[in-house]
């Protein structure tokens, strides 16, 4: 998926207005501008449209997990360079504090039986034999069923 498109649909879900979006990004060890933020909200086509680097991404969810669950002790975690989906559809699911079974209840809002065993191959380590990819399907469609649930 497009870390834009993410970042809007988090926010969106989360209801957060553009000082509380530049806060969670400065928990997560990211300074972003207002107006930097304000790109990465335009349309592709807009020539200011900003892309928002998977770096800039991992800040955000470490912070969206400072924000909901509160500062752990010990060194901050550095933000990945690299993002998959597995790595965002865990991070949001450590932020909101879900359980396997709150998480297949939020896919089944919008539509998505998943058994335990299937969501879990998507939190596994990635050398694991079990590991699966998360589809950008998958973390779409929680998405739609986090949105759905916060209604």
Do not use: W
């Amino acid at each position: 998926m497009i870390n834009n498109d993410l970042l809007r649909r988090i926010c969106k879900i989360f209801d957060f207005n553009n000082e509380k979006i530049l806060v969670v990004f400065e928990l997560g060890q990211c300074l972003i501008t207002a107006e930097q933020l304000t790109d990465f909200f335009k349309e592709k086509d807009d020539s200011v449209y900003n892309v928002l680097s998977d770096g800039e991404l991992a800040s955000f969810l470490n912070g969206l997990i400072i924000d909901k669950r509160g500062k752990k002790d010990g060194p901050e975690r550095q933000a990945e360079q690299v993002l998959s989906n597995n790595a965002i559809f865990n991070k949001l699911k450590i932020a909101l504090a879900l359980k396997a079974d709150e998480v297949i209840a939020i896919l089944e809002l919008a539509d998505l039986s998943l058994g335990k065993y299937e969501l879990s191959a998507f939190f596994r380590n990635v050398n694991h034999k079990h590991y699966r990819e998360c589809s950008d399907e998958v973390l779409s469609t929680f998405l739609k069923g986090l949105k759905i649930q916060s209604q």
